[in-house]
Nanobody
Framework: QVQLVESGGGLVQAGGSLRLACAAS????????MGWFRQAPGKEREFVSV????????KVKDSVKGRFTISRDNAKNTVYLQMNSLKPDDTAVYYC?????????????????WGQGTQVTVSS
């Protein structure tokens, strides 16, 4: 069992930055791939980024490539999402998720554990 708690969301002006963190409790954090997803009002949840277990390979959604960076600190059982050059379209609730079933999963159904989410609001 893994419990995930996100933090770091907030209100920021367009062009600003935020760093989200997701702290995991439970065993064997290093064996999980960790993903970030987001859901904007009235829209479906969408994949943002993922970092694998082991090598720490990453994948990122095209629309945030070059602006968002995912990383993990296995000693702290934490995964981060650094978000730069934020745009109003990035406004959403951001969720972290954990899975052992896929290496670089982009589909939410492939994840077994989810956090409660943290709100990110980008004003224009």
């Amino acid at each position: 069992q893994v419990q995930l708690v996100e933090s770091g969301g907030g209100l920021v002006q367009a062009g600003g930055s935020l760093r989200l963190a997701c702290a995991a409790s439970g065993r064997d954090f290093v064996t999980y791939s960790m993903g970030w997803f987001r859901q904007a009002p009235g829209k479906e949840r969408e994949f943002v980024s993922v970092i694998s277990w082991g090598s720490g390979s990453t994948k990122v959604k095209d629309s945030v490539k070059g602006r968002f960076t995912i990383s993990r600190d296995n000693a702290k059982n934490t995964v981060y999402l650094q978000m730069n050059s934020l745009k109003p379209d990035d406004t959403a609730v951001y969720y972290c998720a954990a899975t052992r079933r896929v290496y670089l999963g982009t589909v939410g159904d492939h994840y077994d554990y989810w956090g409660q989410g943290t709100q990110v609001t980008v004003s224009s």
